[in-house]
């Protein structure tokens, strides 16, 4: 990731008429799937459509705050605004899995994931199940450059306003085919025109964003001990983002009985698009399923060991 520098200023919000994946099905699970920081439902969408198609699950896949937004906006997006996004969406969720006697399952990809284990945490009764797909606690990924790591001290400094990192390859992408589709389109991006944003995400990410993020993985660091539901981990052993350390993490600190752990061996940080995105859409359908399948007041939290 390169450093760019710059001062946006103030920008317009923008309409966006998609406010992400809605996929009804007659039985099976709720799934509520939420995206990555700077990321769009779109990188969801192949689970998204295989847990429908193939499952039988009804999916919801919402876009967060201020995404697909200009990158401004984004930018002073609050860890508040996120996690409130991520319950409204959740709310609705169980509204409706509620109305037609459905288990609800949360889950998400990076950011995502974090997010869903808080919602998991806070509503430990009407979780079914937490799906973590390269959950992100904490960057320490081969292609994570050595200036992150000062990102406390930043958060200190006006500095934080003006500097960005730019996505480079691999873009989480293990897939060249993919990651040349993504060269070409991050390639044409600048700080102040990110117009393909809401469908292909963001060629930025704002450092003052990172700080923002901090006390939101520490919050869902405290909270782990209550999250009592079954746990899907995935996450690949090479990821260049975030290692596998944080699913591991993530594993020994849940209070939940049954731990399932996923490593992938051909895949980078974005998992539900790379080259094993199959392999992980049949995990999560097979976790789906085995949930949807128990029967009322059966021992769903207690099913196995990790």
């Not at 006006?158 to 480079?168: A, L, M």
Request: with cysteine; glycine share 8%.
């Amino acid at each position: 990731m390169a450093i760019e520098w710059g001062w946006i200023g103030r920008q317009k919000r923008i309409e966006i008429p998609d406010r992400g994946i809605s996929l009804s099905a007659d039985g099976g699970c709720m799934v509520l799937l939420l995206h990555g920081l700077t990321g769009t439902p779109t990188e969801l969408g192949y689970v998204a459509y295989h847990l429908r198609h193939r499952g039988g699950h009804s999916v919801r896949v919402p876009r967060l705050a201020n995404h697909g937004q200009p990158l401004g906006i984004l930018a002073r997006t609050t860890w508040r605004q996120l996690h409130a996004s991520a319950k409204e969406a959740f709310l609705d969720a169980r509204r409706e899995a509620r109305a037609r006697d459905m288990p609800l399952v949360v889950g998400g990809l990076s950011l995502g994931a974090v997010l869903a284990l808080m919602l998991a945490a806070e509503h430990p009764d009407d979780v079914s199940g937490v799906v973590c797909l390269s959950p992100t606690l904490f960057y320490d990924g081969w292609n994570v450059p050595w200036y992150h790591k000062l990102i406390p001290l930043v958060n200190y400094t006006p500095i934080k306003y003006f500097s960005y990192f730019r996505e480079s390859a691999p873009f989480g992408l293990k897939d060249e085919a993919l990651r040349g589709k993504m060269a070409g389109q991050y390639g044409r991006a600048s700080l102040r025109e990110s117009a393909d944003a809401a469908s292909l995400g963001y060629a930025h990410f704002p450092v003052r964003l990172f700080c923002e993020m901090r006390p939101l993985v520490a919050r869902c660091k405290r909270q782990l001990p209550a999250v009592t539901s079954p746990v899907l981990l995935v996450q690949a052993e090479n990821d260049d983002m975030t290692g596998p350390s944080n699913a591991e993490f993530i594993r020994r600190r849940v209070g939940s009985v049954r731990r399932e752990l996923v490593l992938l061996k051909n895949s980078y940080h974005l998992v539900t698009v790379d080259l094993e995105r199959s392999v992980v859409a049949d995990r999560l359908q097979a976790f789906c399923d085995s949930l949807a399948n128990l029967l009322p007041g059966s021992p769903a939290k207690v099913q196995q060991h990790a």
